[in-house]
């Protein structure tokens, strides 16, 4: 069973997306397990299926992608606290992932099977409506993320990063940060000694 404090915070951020009926919550509750993260590890793997999805209460997460066919791996998005951790779009269609997903140190998750989410899916019509919610908001967010790697300077983009979530600098490698942020190290490292 999950505390209290954890089902709480996962119900106020689903109704930030869509109002949900007071059956879909409890039976949500019971579906739900806590997985407390000490170090760092791998949830996901290229490849593999997605059999879970997860809400961040505490902590981050990384997805580790291989861009081009090349050996490099880059880190093309972090999930931060009360984030929804989807490996869209394999998890709703159980192909593939085409990304791996790495939790960081200290991180607290909620997690949820593929199976239970498609019982909720198949009672509570709010499911939907979630999805397609989730859907938009974090394909937004991928997209402005992306417009911003073509808009912005290094140092535009670090100062807005950092301002955004600074105890991440804390907790990632810098060498992930840099390659989510598209720059290059020596640009990284004279603006983590300017503004950290």
């Not at 993260?37 to 902590?59: C, D, H, M, Q, T």
């Not at 949820?112 to 908001?137: G, H, M």
């Amino acid at each position: 069973m999950i505390s209290d404090l954890h089902y709480q915070s996962i119900i106020n951020r689903i109704n930030s997306f869509c109002e949900i009926s007071l059956a879909f919550s409890n039976a949500l509750r019971p579906m739900l397990k806590t997985y407390k993260f000490p170090n760092s590890e791998y949830i996901l793997r290229k490849g593999r299926r997605a059999k879970f999805a997860w809400f961040v209460v505490e902590g981050y997460l990384r997805e580790i992608t291989n861009s081009n066919g090349e050996s490099t791996m880059h880190t093309t998005w972090f999930w931060y606290p009360n984030d929804f951790v989807l490996a869209y779009p394999v998890f709703f269609n159980q192909k593939e992932a085409i990304s791996d997903i790495e939790v960081l140190p200290n991180t607290i998750l909620l997690e949820i099977s593929y199976e239970d989410f498609i019982t909720l899916k198949a009672l509570y019509p709010e499911v939907n409506r979630l999805v397609e919610e989730l859907k938009f908001y974090y394909d937004k967010a991928r997209l402005d993320h992306n417009e911003d790697l073509f808009n912005l300077s290094g140092k535009q983009k670090y100062q807005k990063f950092h301002s955004a979530h600074p105890a991440l600098f804390n907790v990632a490698k810098h060498k992930d940060i840099t390659s989510f942020l598209g720059m290059k190290d020596f640009s990284f490292r004279r603006y983590y000694s300017l503004f950290a």
